[in-house]
């Protein structure tokens, strides 16, 4: 099958610029998550979608972050203004079902750095 | 609160030696753990997961409820062990929790 496609791989932007990235999940899987990925850190989920359902942005910064998945296949995950502090590596991942126990499939994410 | 915790960031053992990755957890629910390990420019995969009870690549893991851990063991480490490793705590909905990682190293 094929894997969670991401794009782009990297990204560089000053502080204030506005950025997007766009996932693809592998196909079929209704639960799709964006993680933040900070160096030295392990990944913290920013969304989780079920079909094209929030389930779970609660640790989403929504003054700048914003997420959409309008028709439940591929996402996008926008930051505008960023920051520095923004700098991460971001992660999607999909999921067969939302019960316990499905895995989490990781796209290659998206290194992005905030100059 | 769910929260996991990986006490060392890196560790390095050599090739053949016994290495144990240390995860311990929080979560007042029943945890579905799991282990995931991400290779040298490749993506974050999963490795293992409690429910399975099955060894993969050599490893294993066994959730200890008394002692809130779910420790990755391997006899014998190979080269090829090489990576970074997390462990996860799955709760309600699918959310996933993850450590902040240990690297392990295998020397020659």
């Known amino acids: 099958e094929a894997g969670v496609a991401q794009s782009p791989r990297y990204k560089i932007i000053e502080k204030r610029q506005s950025v997007a990235f766009w996932c693809n999940p592998i196909?079929?899987?209704?639960?799709l998550y964006w993680y933040q990925q900070i160096l030295g850190q392990g990944p913290k989920l920013l969304i989780q979608?079920?079909?094209?359902?929030?389930?779970?942005d609660s640790q989403l910064p929504k003054d700048r972050f914003s997420a959409e998945r309008l028709k439940g296949v591929d996402s996008t995950l926008k930051i505008q203004p960023a920051k520095l502090e923004d700098s991460a590596v971001y992660l999607c991942?999909?999921?067969?079902?939302?019960?316990?126990?499905?895995?989490?499939?990781f796209g290659n994410g998206t290194r992005l750095t905030v100059t | 609160a769910q929260r996991v915790t990986q006490p060392e960031k890196l560790l390095s053992v050599f090739k053949g030696a016994p290495v144990e990755l240390k995860c311990n957890y929080s979560?007042?629910?029943?945890?579905?753990l799991f282990w995931y390990v991400q290779y040298s420019r490749q993506r974050l995969q999963l490795l293992l997961r409690?429910?399975s009870r099955e060894s993969i690549k050599g490893f294993t893991a066994d959730l200890n409820k008394g002692e809130t851990s779910f420790h990755l063991k391997k006899p014998f480490a190979q080269e090829e062990d090489s990576a970074m490793y997390y462990c996860?705590?799955?709760?309600?909905?699918?959310?996933?929790?993850f450590g902040t990682g240990t690297s392990l190293t295998v020397i020659p």
């Open positions: 991942a999909s999921s067969l079902e939302i019960g316990y126990n499905s895995p989490l499939h």
């Open positions: 196909s079929g899987h209704a639960t």
């Open positions: 979608f079920q079909n094209n359902g929030v389930v779970d």
């Open positions: 979560y007042s629910g029943s945890p579905e």
């Open positions: 409690h429910i």
């Open positions: 996860a705590l799955s709760a309600t909905g699918n959310q996933f929790y």
